[in-house]
């Protein structure tokens, strides 16, 4: 694949796939190092501390897996929307409790599931726009048929996303690896779901946005 050229379908599968694996297999590991310090040390103290890590990671693993289940694959496909108290769910377990605080404004319904897994997506570049941690607030206008978000990131040390930043400006594309795909995955929803993404500063806040395109005039 050219470095400045669209993935085809099987190309964009396997990057995706290499995302998935690389953001579970650090838990995943840890949850094996957690059961050899079991196996090997009678000591209660390293057996309390191994069980609090295993517990830790295997919440954090499952949380990733459902998010991923969502945002990128086929989950839910019976129907053609996502719940919108099904992704809150999934995106406070995505972004967790220490370092993130997800604030959550938006209606109960169902949204399009196109719009949902850009939603979902948006929630992810969010954290990465937070590398100290921060508060990620989550907001909606407009109707759940034809809605806009904004999603609006405070913390020290707040940037735009990097590789989001470069899709939407244009130009060469960003080397497509498990690194960029997910913000390339999150540019490609945004036209399959017939919105603008933007990214701004405003004063120390980082602001994502998608709106609905505008409807050409007669």
Request: glycine share 10%.
């Amino acid at each position: 694949m050219s470095q400045h050229s669209h993935p085809t379908d099987l190309e964009l599968a396997a990057l995706i796939s290499s995302k998935i694996c690389h953001d579970v297999i650090g838990p995943v590991g840890a949850i094996y190092n957690g059961l050899e310090i079991l196996d090997e040390d009678d000591n209660a103290e390293a057996q309390s501390y191994a069980l609090e890590v295993i517990r830790n990671v295997t919440e954090q693993a499952s949380a990733r897996l459902q998010f991923a289940r969502f945002a990128f694959g086929a989950a839910g496909s019976a129907g053609s929307a996502i719940d919108l108290g099904t992704a809150e769910q999934i995106s406070r377990g995505f972004v967790g409790n220490n370092k993130h605080k997800l604030i959550w404004n938006l209606p109960l319904g169902q949204l399009a599931k196109d719009r949902a897994k850009l939603l979902l997506n948006l929630i992810a570049s969010a954290v990465t726009a937070l590398p100290r941690g921060g508060e990620i607030e989550v907001c909606m206008s407009g109707t759940l048929a034809a809605p806009a978000f904004v999603i609006f990131c405070r913390g020290g040390g707040a940037r735009p996303p990097q590789y989001l930043s470069d899709f939407i400006r244009g130009g060469p594309m960003p080397r497509l690896d498990a690194m960029t795909i997910q913000a390339y995955y999150t540019w490609r929803l945004a036209g399959s779901a017939g919105m603008l993404l933007d990214i701004r500063m405003e004063g120390p806040e980082v602001v994502l946005s998608a709106r609905p395109k505008p409807t050409a005039r007669r």
